[in-house]
């Protein structure tokens, strides 16, 4: 919207030459300002993890912001800066993050609602906060303003993607691939969007070509290399060549993601090595790892769930109770722990003395809190399975085993939602409860003499 659709016309004669002066001011101005504007988003656009094109669009943006706080793209432009700035690696952002990005986004919003590339960062935004349906009707939004239909497209995948609908995602990024009009930056964030297909379809050869094709298209971009190592170590479960990767990655530049998968990468190599009992390979190992983090205390299986889940994670969990090495997570820890990253499950090896017990259906609780609905209760959910294990192992009832005991625990914590219920129906009122649900009987054991923390 120009000046002249906001200024009020009181007269004529002598007021027009005012607001012509006004409009004339107000356009070199606005000339200036889109000029800096277009030099901080080349600067964000060229970012690639290197932080003095950061700081130089941080001086821009705030000198913009301080001029002119009604300038609508600027406010866009804070929000691109702040989700780069507290960027740590794949969906993960430092706390705080996205709500400032999308208090930024809402401004620009208010101050150009017309404007589709403010309301597909908005969708970008609350994908990001597991939105999804609320990133959908922003995407509609964009749609009837004129967004680039590619872009909606990837966004639409990208929101599919994260609900685990790969199938569905495939389709919108196809529609990208297949068109004539897609620009290269779209081509590329389709083929990044097929990967999660393709590897959980189990077309592990399309998914590394893509892998190879981005190393191919820029040699010189160290991001490429360390997502490519890290889809080789969790997808190839290829430690060798995941640190080859990883070392091209941070020879180039030697930024935090790539750092993390190379530790990742020496911490499965340690875990196979102690699994084997190959003590001096193992130390060779943990010490190449605590090197890269600085001598900073890590737990492997929490790092290995960061950057991969899946198998890698159980051999960590293995390693680390043989060595002795890692953390051990008590009551407390685990409940903040799996309240920070609900919905999804934490690993670790849990340490905790049996307060009381009690039964639900087939699954008997141990509880470190005498009442289990105490928000700083853990509760260790033993299937049948490893019930009827533990009996035969030990010729009486867990529960009675238990009772009083220090145990340490292998698995995942996880916060779970308790509706409290009237007939047999939801009342609507909750609580939580965290649970480490085990499965068979070698996950847990008795400490003794061992002061739970």
């Known amino acids: 919207m120009t000046l002249w659709h906001r200024v009020v016309w009181i007269c ?8 012509a002066g006004r409009a004339t001011a107000q356009a070199s101005v606005t000339v200036e300002v889109a000029k800096d504007i277009k030099q901080a988003s080349e600067l964000l656009d060229q970012w690639n993890g290197g932080n003095d094109r950061l700081l130089r669009a941080r001086v821009i943006v705030d000198r ?5 706080p009604d300038y609508a793209e600027v406010h866009r432009l804070q929000a691109r800066l702040l989700l780069s700035e507290g960027f740590r690696s794949r969906r993960n952002y430092l706390p705080g993050t996205l709500e400032a990005a999308a208090r930024s986004v809402d401004r620009a919003i208010t101050l150009a609602p017309d404007d589709p590339e403010n309301h597909l960062l908005r969708a970008r935004i609350h994908r990001l906060e597991s939105q999804w349906a609320k990133g959908e ?13 590619a872009w909606v497209a990837i966004q639409r995948g990208d929101i599919l993607d994260d609900q685990g609908r ?68 969790c997808w190839r479960e290829d430690v060798d060549a995941a640190l080859v ?17 190379e530790t990742a990468a020496l911490y499965d190599r340690w875990s196979a090595h102690v699994l084997a009992s190959r003590q001096v390979q193992a130390d060779e190992a943990w010490q190449q790892a605590q090197a890269i983090s600085g001598g900073d205390a890590s737990d492997p ?18 390693a680390m109770r043989i060595s002795g090495k890692g953390f051990r997570i008590g009551p407390a820890d685990a409940v903040m722990l799996a309240a920070d990253r609900a919905p999804e499950a934490v690993p670790g090896i849990f340490v905790m003395r049996v307060q009381a017990s009690g039964r639900s259906g087939n699954g008997l609780y141990l509880n470190s809190e005498k009442d289990y609905r105490d928000q700083r209760n853990l509760s260790v959910h033993l299937l049948p399975k490893a019930q009827e294990e533990l009996r035969r192992l030990y010729k009486q009832e867990p529960d009675t085993l238990f009772n009083g005991m220090v145990i340490q625990v292998i698995g995942h914590a996880q916060r779970t939602k308790i509706d409290f219920l009237a007939n047999g129906q939801p009342t609507g009122s909750f609580y939580y409860q965290t649970h480490v649900v085990v499965g068979a009987a070698d996950k847990i054991e008795v400490l003794e003499n061992v002061p739970s923390r």
């Not at 913009?64 to 002119?68: E, G, I, P, R, S």
């Not at 990967?195 to 190879?212: F, I």
């Not at 990767?245 to 998968?261: E, I, S, T």
């Not at 790092?303 to 293995?318: H, I």
């Open 166 to 233: 790969w199938g569905e995602a495939a389709v919108y990024y196809r529609q990208v691939l297949a068109s004539t009009k897609a620009t290269k930056a779209q081509r590329d964030a389709a083929s990044s969007g097929m990967l999660a297909y393709y590897n959980l379809s189990g077309q592990l050869d399309d998914a590394e070509r893509v892998y190879r094709a981005q190393i191919k298209d820029d040699p010189a971009f160290a991001w490429s290399y360390g997502n490519y190592a890290a889809w080789l170590l």
């Open 301 to 318: 299986a929490l790092l290995l769930k960061e950057v991969c889940g899946g198998p890698v994670v159980l051999r960590a969990l293995q």
């Open 12 to 19: 004529m004669g002598t007021m027009l030459a005012v607001i």
């Open 137 to 149: 009707a922003v995407l509609l939004k964009a749609e009837q303003a004129g967004a680039d239909p």
């Open 245 to 261: 990767q990883a070392r091209k990655a941070r020879a180039l530049m030697d930024y935090g993601h790539a750092r993390m998968v």
């Open 64 to 68: 913009v912001l301080q001029a002119h």
